[in-house]
């Protein structure tokens, strides 16, 4: 589903935030990145949703190399694509209801079908009957929640996670990460980074670890750095 083959990202100030670096994730399967801050977590995150482009290496989502896509081609392919960042990037000047709407808005789907997938999203993460609230009024946990089902609303294959229980205590984060393990069982691809061993090595799944932009561990295997 998702393959880095020698990616390597240099930006314009000369930090190499990954170093050729190789994994490949299949469908279905969910993993957590880790690694110290500034170790290339994001990076890899923001290349898959291209946010950003490798400056060497191929990078594949199923049959697409990423790296040969014309910029017309970029919303196509993040339509497949659910991203959960830590800071939520609600729009607090709109609804719970109209925040989860706007990738079905963008995508140009009609009312009612916006009216039955924001609904059921909502459902899925414990807020429908806060669908009318602005952002404003939920707490932080209820925020990530709302960024969670906006993720979702379009039934993505993929759901990319940026630190999504950084700000969270112990009991919400593993009720997030609950969540994501949720959608996973239903086919979701789920990769998260995430500096939190205790609550990842408790989730039982891969690890991929980096360490100044190269591949630390993969799992149980740890490579020399």
């Not at 060497?56 to 199923?62: A, E, F, K, N, V």
């Not at 991203?83 to 140009?108: C, E, K, T, W, Y």
């Amino acid at each position: 589903m998702i393959r880095f083959s020698e990616i390597s990202k240099r930006y314009e100030s000369g930090h190499e935030a990954l170093r050729r670096l190789s994994f490949e994730l299949q469908e279905g399967e969910m993993a957590f990145l880790t690694g110290h801050s500034g170790a290339g977590k994001s990076t890899v995150l923001r290349l898959i949703a291209l946010m950003e482009r490798p400056t060497q290496g191929q990078l594949w989502i199923g049959g697409q190399n990423l790296t040969r896509i014309h910029r017309r081609g970029i919303p196509y392919v993040r339509r497949q694509i659910g991203m959960i960042f830590q800071d939520h990037r609600l729009l607090f000047d709109r609804s719970v209801f109209d925040n989860v709407a706007l990738p079905l808005v963008i995508a140009g789907f009609p009312h009612r079908e916006i009216g039955k997938r924001v609904r059921a999203a909502l459902d899925m993460v414990g807020l429908l009957s806060k669908e009318k609230n602005k952002p404003i009024m939920l707490s932080g946990g209820e925020q990530q929640r709302v960024g969670i089902a906006r993720a979702v609303v379009n039934r993505p294959p993929i759901l990319l996670a940026d630190e999504p229980t950084g700000n969270l205590d112990p009991q919400l984060s593993a009720e997030i990460m609950g969540l994501f393990a949720k959608f996973n069982q239903v086919g979701c691809t789920v990769l998260i980074a995430s500096h939190d061993l205790d609550l990842i090595e408790a989730m039982g799944k891969r690890i991929i670890s980096l360490k100044n932009g190269l591949l630390q561990r993969d799992g149980a295997e740890v490579f020399d750095v």
